[in-house]
C-alpha cells in the first residue's frame, strides 16, 4: 500500500520566533491600556495611563467612533484577544523545531495580513475623518507593521504559499529589506498625518 507523502512543514528561526512573541505582548499590553482608556472615557474617571496628550494627540475620537467600535464592542478587546496569535505561533515554533505544517502558516499569515489592512484603515480613518491621533492605537500599527512584513517575506521565502524559485526571491528579498520597508511604511503614515493635520505645527 502506498503510503501518503510526509506532509511539508516550516520552521521559522528563533529570532523571528522572539519577534512574534515580544511584538505579541507588546500589542497585547498596549490593547489593553487602551481598553482602559474606553472605559475611562464612559465612566468620567482617569485610567491607570492615559493616551490624552492634547487635543490633536488624544484617543477619545478614535475610541468611541463607530470606527473603534467595528464590532458593536471597543475594538480594543479584538486587539487583547488577537495579540495572542503571534505568542501563540511563536511559542509553537520554538516549541516543535522540526517545523509545523504550512497549513497552520497559511491561517497564521492570513491572520497578520488581516491585521496590516485594519491597521492601515484605522489609521485612514484616524487621520483623514477623525482628525486625531491616538498614542495606544499608533503602538498597535508600529507593532503589527513590522509583524506582516517580516512573516510575510518568510512565508514567501520557504514557500509556505507555493510558487516558484521567483516567488521564493521575492520573499528572500522582503525579508532581507522588511525593516527598512517598515520604516518607509510607518513614513507614508506620518507625512499623510503631517500633510493633514500638522502635527509638527501643532507642538509650537
Same mark, same amino acid.
Given at each position: 500500500?502506498?503510503?501518503?507523502?510526509?506532509?511539508?512543514?516550516?520552521?521559522?528561526?528563533?529570532?523571528?520566533?522572539?519577534?512574534?512573541?515580544?511584538?505579541?505582548?507588546?500589542?497585547?499590553?498596549?490593547?489593553?491600556?487602551?481598553?482602559?482608556?474606553?472605559?475611562?472615557?464612559?465612566?468620567?474617571t482617569p485610567p491607570i495611563v492615559t493616551c490624552s496628550f492634547s487635543p490633536?494627540?488624544?484617543?477619545?475620537?478614535?475610541?468611541?467612533?463607530?470606527?473603534?467600535?467595528?464590532?458593536?464592542?471597543?475594538?480594543?478587546?479584538?486587539?487583547?484577544?488577537?495579540?495572542?496569535?503571534?505568542?501563540?505561533?511563536?511559542?509553537?515554533?520554538?516549541?516543535?523545531?522540526?517545523?509545523?505544517?504550512?497549513?497552520?502558516?497559511?491561517?497564521?499569515?492570513?491572520?497578520?495580513?488581516?491585521?496590516?489592512?485594519?491597521?492601515?484603515?484605522?489609521?485612514?480613518?484616524?487621520?483623514?475623518?477623525?482628525?486625531?491621533? /491616538?498614542?495606544?492605537?499608533?503602538?498597535?500599527?508600529?507593532?503589527?507593521?513590522?509583524?506582516?512584513?517580516?512573516?510575510?517575506?518568510?512565508?514567501?521565502?520557504?514557500?509556505?504559499?507555493?510558487?516558484?524559485?521567483?516567488?521564493?526571491?521575492?520573499?528572500?528579498?522582503?525579508?532581507?529589506?522588511?525593516?527598512?520597508?517598515?520604516?518607509?511604511?510607518?513614513?507614508?503614515?506620518?507625512? /499623510?498625518?503631517?500633510?493633514?493635520?500638522?502635527?509638527?505645527?501643532?507642538?509650537?
Amino acid at each position: 500500500m502506498t503510503q501518503p507523502p510526509p506532509a511539508r512543514t516550516a520552521a521559522p528561526s528563533h529570532a523571528l520566533a522572539v519577534f512574534w512573541i515580544v511584538a505579541g505582548g507588546l500589542g497585547g499590553t498596549v490593547s489593553f491600556l487602551l481598553f482602559l482608556e474606553y472605559v475611562g472615557q464612559l465612566s468620567g474617571t482617569p485610567p491607570i495611563v492615559t493616551c490624552s496628550f492634547s487635543p490633536l494627540v488624544t484617543c477619545g475620537p478614535n475610541l468611541l467612533s463607530p470606527g473603534g467600535n467595528l464590532l458593536g464592542f471597543t475594538n480594543s478587546l479584538i486587539g487583547v484577544a488577537l495579540f495572542f496569535g503571534p505568542i501563540y505561533a511563536g511559542v509553537s515554533a520554538m516549541a516543535a523545531p522540526t517545523g509545523l505544517r504550512h497549513w497552520y502558516w497559511r491561517v497564521y499569515g492570513v491572520f497578520l495580513l488581516a491585521a496590516f489592512l485594519l491597521v492601515h484603515f484605522f489609521a485612514y480613518r484616524s487621520i483623514f475623518e477623525y482628525g486625531s491621533l /491616538c498614542p495606544w492605537c499608533m503602538t498597535v500599527w508600529l507593532v503589527t507593521i513590522p509583524l506582516f512584513w517580516f512573516t510575510a517575506g518568510w512565508m514567501l521565502r520557504v514557500g509556505i504559499w507555493g510558487g516558484n524559485g521567483g516567488v521564493r526571491r521575492a520573499g528572500a528579498t522582503i525579508l532581507s529589506w522588511a525593516a527598512l520597508i517598515t520604516v518607509v511604511d510607518y513614513a507614508l503614515i506620518a507625512v /499623510c498625518a503631517q500633510l493633514r493635520l500638522d502635527v509638527i505645527g501643532s507642538l509650537f
